[in-house]
């Protein structure tokens, strides 16, 4: 299965360049609402992602909180909870579910390790669910698990 369908383009995801400082991190996580957003490098590769947590953490422990001081502290030095695991548009259905199964979004690179999009939890979910119904609409209604007793 080609990932493709489910990609949303690198042009129509917030990211943040690896030279950001946490001020402006936060302040285009905070217009964006995100909770997580991929970083890459100026020659547009894979950096990584970074969370809110990990802002905060960093603020805590370099700078006790204040934030004036983290104004120019590039968003490449944070130290980051989280590894995203980027794929590659051939990866497997398989690959991707387990993928989404611990972040809200599954980055994706070209064969290059260039940052071309993400594809998020919901697209995969809305797939599984779009499968589900059509499987029922062709064999009946799919039987609900037993529940065991307790």
Same mark, same amino acid.
């Given at each position: 299965?080609?990932?493709?369908?489910?990609?949303?383009?690198?042009?129509?995801?917030?990211?943040?360049?690896?030279?950001?400082?946490?001020?402006?991190?936060?302040?285009?996580?905070?217009?964006?609402?995100?909770?997580?957003? #991929?970083?890459?490098? @100026?020659?547009?590769?894979?950096?990584?992602?970074? !969370?809110?947590? =990990? +802002?905060?953490?960093? %603020?805590? &422990?370099?700078?006790?909180?204040?934030?004036?001081?983290?104004?120019?502290?590039?968003?490449?030095?944070? #130290?980051?909870?989280? @590894?995203?695991?980027?794929?590659?548009?051939?990866? !497997?259905?398989? =690959? +991707?579910?387990?993928? %989404?199964? &611990?972040?809200?979004?599954?980055?994706?690179?070209?064969?290059?390790?260039?940052?071309?999009?993400?594809?998020?939890?919901?697209?995969?979910?809305?797939?599984?669910?779009?499968?589900?119904?059509?499987?029922?609409?062709?064999?009946?209604?799919?039987?609900?698990?037993?529940?065991?007793?307790?």
């Amino acid at each position: 299965m080609n990932i493709l369908m489910f990609l949303t383009p690198k042009n129509d995801v917030a990211y943040l360049f690896d030279d950001f400082t946490m001020r402006q991190a936060l302040e285009k996580m905070e217009h964006h609402r995100y909770s997580a957003i #991929p970083v890459i490098c @100026r020659d547009g590769s894979y950096s990584g992602v970074i !969370t809110e947590g =990990d +802002l905060l953490w960093a %603020a805590k &422990n370099r700078f006790g909180l204040d934030l004036r001081q983290a104004e120019t502290y590039p968003i490449a030095d944070v #130290p980051r909870r989280a @590894r995203y695991q980027p794929v590659r548009i051939d990866t !497997t259905m398989e =690959d +991707l579910v387990e993928k %989404a199964l &611990n972040q809200n979004f599954v980055p994706v690179v070209d064969d290059r390790g260039v940052f071309i999009g993400i594809v998020t939890r919901k697209a995969i979910i809305q797939y599984c669910y779009n499968r589900y119904k059509s499987q029922e609409a062709v064999c009946g209604p799919i039987p609900e698990p037993a529940v065991l007793p307790r």
